[in-house]
């Protein structure tokens, strides 16, 4: 079945499978590497280092500004991996620590965006969860480029299945919870916050097999809210669910 939009009041989503109640005690006894600051103060030399030490899950603390590059891809890592700029009491984002996205910033694994800074370098900045179990806490703060755009968030891996996204917090330009591709399998997107000024999508830009659900209970949708962006390319071959619960 192809499908352009459908509403559905049924469809209740928790978060409890991403934010559980031990979070961050749990945080504590995690592998933690720094990286941003001076000298031989930090642990990883860049984002890449962080990464390769967290095969198996852990802490990025970003002390000061670190350079995403152009085009990111993150290790694979079995486990989550945090990143944040607020460790044992300290923020360090009032020094300027912040992640510079390039147009790309590709997921490898379970990820947590919290208390930390995102600036995009460019209108095409975008964080391509591929396909990964992927949060943005409410304490995410989003800077647009130069010409004016927030980063943008792609749920799906291209030519993939899947996606698993909660957004609690940040300023963005547009969502798509499927791909910039073909995707198949299920798709997930739970919005409880946070400032949109793009179309936000339960699929994705090209065609899609399978269910997409969207679940929205809080946040500001200045560029609309829909199942399918106006591309030439999307399609959905399945069922559609956008639940409006709160939000503007």
């Known amino acids: 079945m192809s499908a352009r939009f459908l509403?559905?009041?049924s469809f209740i989503f928790s978060l409890s499978s991403f934010i559980s109640p031990a979070l961050l005690p749990a945080l504590?006894?995690?592998h933690t590497v720094f990286i941003g600051a001076p000298g031989s103060t930090a642990s990883a030399s860049d984002l890449s280092n962080a990464f390769r030490q967290l095969p198996s899950?852990?802490?990025i603390i970003l002390r000061g500004p670190v350079h995403a590059g152009a085009n990111f891809s993150a290790t694979p890592h079995a486990a989550r991996v945090?990143?944040?700029s607020l460790h044992n009491g300290t923020d360090y984002r009032p020094a300027g620590a912040r992640l510079l996205l390039g147009d790309s910033f590709v997921l490898g694994g379970p990820a947590f965006f919290d208390n930390i800074t995102l600036a995009?370098?460019?209108d095409s900045s975008r964080v391509f969860c591929a396909g990964q179990p992927a949060v943005f806490g409410p304490g995410v703060a989003c800077l647009p480029a130069p010409n004016g755009k927030f980063p943008s968030l792609v749920a799906a891996a291209r030519d993939g299945n899947l996606s698993n996204l909660a957004v609690l917090g940040g300023e963005w330009h547009s969502l798509l919870g499927g791909s910039s591709g073909s995707s198949a399998g299920n798709l997930s997107v739970t919005i409880r916050g946070g400032?949109?000024?793009?179309?936000v999508c339960a699929a994705g830009s090209g065609p899609h097999k399978g269910n997409a659900t969207l679940a929205i209970?809080?946040?500001e949708f200045l560029g609309g809210v829909a199942v399918l962006p106006d591309t030439p390319a999307a399609a959905?071959?399945?069922a559609a669910s956008v639940t409006l619960n709160n939000g503007v």
Request: charged share 10%; hydrophobic share 35%; proline share 4%.
């Open 217 to 219: 209970h809080g946040g």
């Open 82 to 84: 945090t990143l944040t």
């Open 120 to 122: 995009a370098a460019s």
């Open 236 to 238: 959905l071959n399945g």
């Open 57 to 59: 899950g852990g802490v």
């Open 7 to 9: 509403l559905s009041l």
């Open 195 to 199: 400032r949109f000024h793009g179309p």
């Open 28 to 30: 504590r006894a995690e």
